[in-house]
C-alpha cells in the first residue's frame, strides 16, 4: 500500500509556481509540446474519431510528459520525444488505461443522452436535434441542465482517478486499477489544496485565453508539470524514480 500523504492548502498555489520554474528550465521545448498538444486538441474537437484517438492515447503521453518532468527536474534535458515516452515504458498499462477511461465516460455520455431523451421524450429530442426545432429544447432546457449537471458531478470521480493514474504507472508500477484507487483516494484526502488548484487554475485558464488564447502556450505545460509536482507531494517517490534517464 501506497502512504498517500496530505499537503496543505497553500501547495493548492505551490504546484502552479513549482510548475512555471520547471518550464523555464527547458521553455523552447514545452513550447513545442504545448503546441503539438493544442494543435491535437483542435484536430480532435473537429474530428470525432481523432477525439477518440486523443482520449485512448491520453494516459500514455501524460505518463512519458511525467517521465520528462522527472529528467528536467533532475538536471536532464527534455526533449520533445518525451511526448511519446509513455509508449516506450510501461505503455500496456496505460493505453489500457485510456481504453477503460474512455468507456466509463462513454457509458456517463450515453446514459445522460438516454436521461435527456426518457426525460422530455424521444420525439421531441428527434425533431429538436435533426429538424431544428430548437424552441422544444429551450422550453425543456431546465431539465437539459440538471441532467447535465448530475452528469458532470459523476464524472469527478473519474477525472480524479486519470489525474494521477499515469504517473503511478511510469513511477511506482502500480497496474491500471491499483493507480485509478490510489489517484481516487489522494484525490480526497487533499481536497482543501486542490480546491485551491482548483481557484487558482480557473483565474489563468482566464488569463491565458484573453490574449488570443496565447497564453494557454505557456499553461498548458505549467498544469502538466503542476501535477508532477503535487504527485511529489502526496506520494512516495523511490531513489530509483528520481534517478535521471540514461
Known amino acids: 500500500m501506497l502512504d498517500i500523504r496530505t499537503a496543505n492548502a497553500a501547495r493548492g498555489l505551490g ?27 483542435m484536430i480532435s ?36 520525444d518525451h511526448l511519446f515516452a509513455g509508449f516506450r515504458q510501461d505503455a500496456a498499462e ?17 446514459v445522460m443522452i438516454f436521461a435527456i431523451i426518457l426525460t422530455i421524450g424521444g420525439f421531441t429530442v428527434y425533431t429538436a436535434l435533426f429538424e431544428g426545432d430548437y424552441i422544444s429544447l429551450l422550453e425543456n432546457l431546465q431539465v437539459i441542465l440538471v441532467i447535465i449537471l448530475v452528469a458532470l458531478l459523476v464524472s469527478v470521480p473519474l477525472l480524479m482517478t486519470m489525474l494521477f493514474g499515469p504517473a503511478l504507472i511510469v513511477f511506482n508500477k502500480l497496474n491500471v ?9 489522494a484525490c480526497v484526502k487533499n481536497s482543501l489544496p486542490f480546491l485551491v488548484y482548483g481557484i487558482v487554475g480557473l483565474v489563468l485558464s482566464v488569463l ?12 498548458v505545460p505549467v498544469s502538466i508539470a503542476s501535477i508532477y509536482y503535487a504527485y511529489k507531494d502526496i506520494f512516495p517517490v523511490s531513489l530509483d524514480a528520481l534517478e535521471p534517464e540514461k
Do not use: H, Y
Not at 47 to 69: D, I, K
Open 94 to 110: 496505460l493505453v489500457l488505461f485510456g481504453v477503460i477511461n474512455t468507456i466509463l465516460l462513454g457509458v456517463i455520455l450515453a
Open 177 to 185: 486499477l491499483q493507480a485509478m484507487k490510489a489517484s481516487l483516494v
Open 208 to 219: 491565458a485565453t484573453l490574449p488570443l488564447f496565447l497564453g494557454w502556450i505557456v499553461l
Open 15 to 41: 504546484w502552479f509556481v513549482d510548475g512555471f520554474n520547471l518550464f523555464k528550465l527547458n521553455m523552447p521545448v514545452w513550447v513545442g509540446i504545448a503546441i503539438l498538444l493544442l494543435f491535437a486538441s
Open 45 to 80: 474537437s473537429v474530428f470525432t474519431l481523432a477525439g477518440l484517438v486523443m482520449q485512448l492515447l491520453f494516459p500514455a503521453l501524460m505518463g512519458g510528459l511525467m517521465l520528462g518532468c522527472r529528467e528536467t527536474e533532475t538536471g536532464g534535458k527534455l526533449k520533445l
